[in-house]
């Protein structure tokens, strides 16, 4: 290595170094509550990614980073956020699609779309803005926080877009872990029909596994299967929206490219997946790469925090609550619906 890239990198290290350590700091606090929770409440209520997320934007009502911890906090909720997507995508495993069978796979597809639309369409009858509206229902819709991480950067999402789809959809996620299970005996559901509509209602997968597990292992692993198929469509239903919100100076240009309609790390992902799925990446990797993707996905948090000014959260919180509850609610109806339809 020559004196002069030596000294590149060393000055972009230096430069980085500062921000990065502030967002690993917040990162670091956020996860050990949240393992404190799940030693409390055997999981976590509020995951180290909201915490992280939460306490960025607390931080910032009494202390504005300066221009010294600027490129490292840039340099963390996007290059590495988007990294931490790609690497996610390692522990996902398409074959998943097969065991579903055709009739769940169609429910899973139908409640997706339904979710997807309906949220649009609720969140901008709310007043929402369109941008804000998509990322409660890719939210809610997909894979909570991922979702909402990986789709806010192909629709130029402003920061407190995403920090109000984020917050308040996690936070009413948990109402629904602890109202589900009622919903049980009162639809009349065994334990196998319990853990299809866990897996196709609750925000995250740690959230379906505290909604269905206590109440049997068959529900928590149906709910598990299901609630990944669900992941699974993460890589296609960012891409779709980066063609939609291509830029329009890329959409005048000849020729086709792949890069300029899908960004790098949705590509990433979907190939991360396709090497998990055909044993390249085994099932033990997988999973220790999920790990690091977690971890870069709550310092990303953490990150996006300290651009979050609370007070423009605060001014659409109500409509952004409102939408959510209203969709939660819809996909349990719908979720209820296709079980009794299909005789799943």
């Not at 000055?11 to 990162?27: E, H, Q, T």
């Not at 969140?123 to 979702?147: D, H, P």
């Amino acid at each position: 290595m020559s004196d002069r890239s030596f000294a590149s990198i060393s000055g972009r290290f230096d430069k980085l170094w500062p921000g990065v350590a502030l967002c690993a700091a917040v990162a670091a606090g956020a996860w050990i509550v949240a393992q404190l929770e799940e030693r409390l409440f055997t999981y976590a209520v509020i995951e180290a990614v909201v915490l992280a997320l939460l306490a960025g934007m607390l931080i910032r009502t009494r202390w504005v980073p300066t221009p010294r911890f600027a490129p490292g906090i840039t340099f963390t909720a996007k290059p590495l956020l988007e990294f931490g997507i790609v690497l996610l995508g390692a522990s996902l495993n398409l074959r998943l699609l097969q065991d579903a069978g055709w009739h769940l796979l169609l429910t899973i597809l139908i409640t997706t779309s339904a979710a997807l639309g309906l949220g649009i369409l609720l969140g901008r009858k709310a007043g929402l803005s369109t941008r804000l509206a998509i990322l409660v229902a890719v939210g809610n819709a997909i894979c909570g926080n991922s979702a909402i991480a990986a789709t806010a950067p192909v629709i130029k999402a402003k920061k407190e877009e995403v920090a109000a789809a984020l917050s308040l959809t996690a936070l009413l996620g948990v109402g629904i872990v602890i109202a589900l299970p009622a919903v049980k005996p009162l639809a009349n559901l065994n334990y196998e029909q319990y853990g299809i509509l866990a897996g196709l209602s609750v925000y995250a997968v740690p959230q379906v596994l505290a909604a269905t597990f206590p109440v049997s292992a068959l529900s928590g692993q149906i709910g598990t299967l299901v609630k990944l198929t669900r992941v699974l469509l993460l890589g296609p239903v960012v891409a779709l929206f980066a063609i939609l919100y291509r830029d329009q100076d890329d959409s005048a240009r000849p020729g086709f490219s792949v890069r300029r309609y899908v960004p790098w790390f949705v590509t990433g992902f979907i190939l991360t997946t396709l090497l998990r799925t055909i044993g390249i990446i085994p099932a033990s990797i997988g999973g220790h790469l999920q790990d690091i993707s977690k971890v870069l996905t709550i310092a990303a948090m953490a990150a996006l925090g300290f651009g979050v000014d609370i007070r423009v959260v605060r001014q659409t919180g109500g409509r952004v609550a409102a939408v959510v509850l209203g969709l939660l609610l819809m996909l349990v109806a719908i979720g209820l619906a296709l079980i009794k339809l299909f005789g799943l």
